[in-house]
């Protein structure tokens, strides 16, 4: 009977325990079933109702949209010579972090890139929260390539591009730079900043963990390169005013000078330089004086050189010709208003001619003392004088003439041989190039071609009176002769030396020299200015001092324009003298006394 019991209670055990084991498996079902279906309710969380929230998680951190670098505009010269171009450089830059993860590898990285290891990391540390820092901007392709080729993980080039200009110091005032962007800073590349930029492209890419690019995606803006553009500057010409102006400042031992050149039948800047000046290619060994542009920032009273403008108003008014009525300039002294005006010589009876010839202050004065005042003072400001000569370069000066209502006798004298305003040097010759273009001003221009505005300011016969009234400067007894005379072709031009003002009055040391004229002057074709502030050395007067360079300068422009002699036939016919130097033409004038510039002259 006891085995039976036993049997009996081990055969209920195991019917209870088949419940048991089938509840487990039930549990087991329902927690495999709820993790099943919260995979699927996660999945559809994250592949439905919460995707864009994800896609956007993951782009973040492998989606990158990277800038296409564009080339910026080539700038020309009127001949198709390049300025200013664009190189392609690469820019290294790192994932701080990913770099400092690399410690070792430090030392080779600086050495690369030309900077101390310590400095390095330091320089990373400080930024170890950003994912995008610098490390050398602006490499040549082949260096660049040695930095990339360390392989050091978070390290990677970015293409770029980076400005040359082939003439370096020769048209850094006219081209001006860009910064390390490659946006323009001053000049000409600041002008026309928006032509010559153009706008990077945008592309969307997929980078691994270390910055490389593992796949371009698709294009988000396409690039648009900058536009090319052509100049009025000869680069020729533009040399040789650079190089005869800065050898004149160094022997003259003068602070500074600008040379203007303008092609007299448009308005186009053929030459414009200044010294002191800088290399836009190594800017960093430059100063903010020597990038000063003085042609067209810088305002000098123009002295003797305005005497051609007054006699413009004077032979408007209808009381005036070349030839008379005489004026009556003395012994050299002329007392009005206790001011003694001064001549160097006792110049007698001179005709407007005469006075502009021998560049007499009396004279000037006394015509300017017999006109209106507002026919005066309308004439200089319709030469451009007190105004803009909107070229439309970045900074440049008005000048400054006062109103002629607040004009007193006394001021309008001296008003007339060029005291009591100031311009720039491009304003002076551009009224220069409006005397010589018939009377007509076209608005200074710094691209060939450009359809600029042109206006009748004087009528063309005074103009022309006005032309032959200055080839006498540079003939026997002018104060130009022979100092601005060029072989084979007449010029008609006009000196000036003002003395420079001081604190409180004017300086009876420091001058102003100045030269300003046409050529040739039969059938003019250009125009110039030559301004050397502050000679040292040597003469201080305009003729001996700015007439030189003006004579080198135009002499081998002309000859770069192929602009023939005056009264050609003659030439040939002739023929040219044969000197040391070769072919000659007429002999220059013999040398005359300079008489632009009495010590006293001034206003005090």
């Not at 051609?308 to 009005?336: C, E, K, Q, V, W």
């Not at 070229?391 to 001021?411: D, I």
Request: glycine fraction near 10%.
């Amino acid at each position: 009977m006891k085995p039976r019991q036993r049997t009996s209670t081990s055969s209920s055990r195991r019917h209870a325990a088949i419940p048991s084991a089938r509840r487990r498996m039930l549990v087991v079902g329902c927690v495999l079933a709820a993790a099943s279906l919260g995979l699927v309710a996660r999945a559809f969380d994250m592949q439905v109702v919460r995707k864009d929230f994800y896609q956007n998680q993951a782009d973040a951190r492998i989606l990158r949209e990277v800038p296409i670098a564009v080339s910026r505009g080539t700038i020309f010269d009127r001949n198709g010579e390049p300025l200013a171009v664009s190189t392609p450089v690469v820019s290294i830059w790192a994932n701080p972090a990913e770099v400092l993860d690399n410690e070792d590898k430090l030392p080779a990285l600086a050495k690369a890139i030309g900077m101390d290891a310590d400095a390095l990391k330091q320089y990373l540390s400080q930024r170890s929260e950003r994912e995008f820092v610098y490390l050398k901007r602006q490499m040549s392709p082949d260096a660049a390539q040695v930095v990339l080729d360390l392989a050091v993980p978070g390290v990677n080039g970015q293409r770029e591009f980076r400005r040359f200009y082939p003439s370096g110091p020769v048209t850094s005032h006219v081209l001006g730079f860009t910064n390390i962007d490659d946006h323009g800073q001053e000049g000409l590349e600041l002008a026309f900043d928006d032509w010559l930029a153009g706008k990077e492209g945008r592309k969307r890419v997929i980078r691994d963990r270390q910055g490389h690019v593992v796949e371009d995606l698709d294009l988000v803006r396409a690039p648009q390169p900058g536009r090319d553009i052509t100049l009025s500057i000869d680069r020729r010409i533009q040399f040789l005013a650079y190089n005869e102006l800065k050898n004149t400042i160094e022997q003259s031992e003068a602070d500074s000078g600008s040379m203007v050149i303008i092609d007299v039948r448009n308005g186009e800047v053929l030459a414009m330089v200044n010294w002191p000046t800088y290399n836009p290619n190594a800017l960093r060994s430059s100063n903010p004086s020597s990038r000063r542009n003085r042609a067209m920032t810088d305002v000098v009273e123009p002295g003797s050189t305005i005497k051609p403008i007054l006699m413009a108003a004077a032979l408007s008014s209808g009381r005036y010709t070349p030839t008379g009525p005489m004026i009556d300039t003395g012994n050299g002294h002329f007392f009005y208003i206790r001011k003694d005006i001064r001549d160097t010589h006792s110049n007698g009876m001179l005709s407007p001619t005469g006075i502009i010839a021998k560049s007499s202050n009396i004279g000037a004065a006394k015509v300017a003392l017999t006109l209106d005042t507002g026919l005066m003072y309308d004439t200089y400001r319709a030469f451009g004088f007190g105004a803009s000569t909107n070229s439309g370069f970045p900074g440049e000066a008005s000048g400054y003439l006062k109103p002629g209502k607040g004009w007193g006798m006394l001021e309008k004298a001296i008003l007339a041989y060029g005291y009591g305003l100031n311009v720039t040097p491009l304003q002076l010759t551009n009224a220069y190039a409006t005397i010589a273009d018939n009377g007509v001003m076209h608005l200074p221009t710094f691209v060939k071609g450009s359809d600029n505005d042109a206006k009748q300011i004087i009528d063309p016969k005074i103009a022309n009176e006005l032309v032959q009234m200055m080839v006498a400067v540079t003939q026997p007894g002018g104060t130009g002769a022979p100092y601005a005379w060029i072989a084979n072709y007449g010029v008609a031009g006009k000196s000036g030396t003002a003395h420079k003002a001081t604190a409180g009055g004017y300086s009876e040391k420091n001058y102003s020299s100045a030269f300003a004229g046409v050529v040739p002057a039969s059938n003019p074709r250009l125009a110039a200015v030559v301004i050397v502030d502050n000679p040292r050395k040597g003469s201080y007067y305009g003729a001996l001092v700015s007439g030189p360079v003006f004579s080198k300068v135009l002499d081998g422009a002309l000859r770069l324009l192929d602009v023939p002699p005056d009264n050609i036939g003659r030439w040939y016919v002739g023929g040219p003298l044969q000197g040391q130097n070769g072919l000659t033409g007429s002999k220059p004038p013999t040398v005359q006394t300079v008489d632009d510039a009495p010590v006293d002259e001034a206003p005090q």
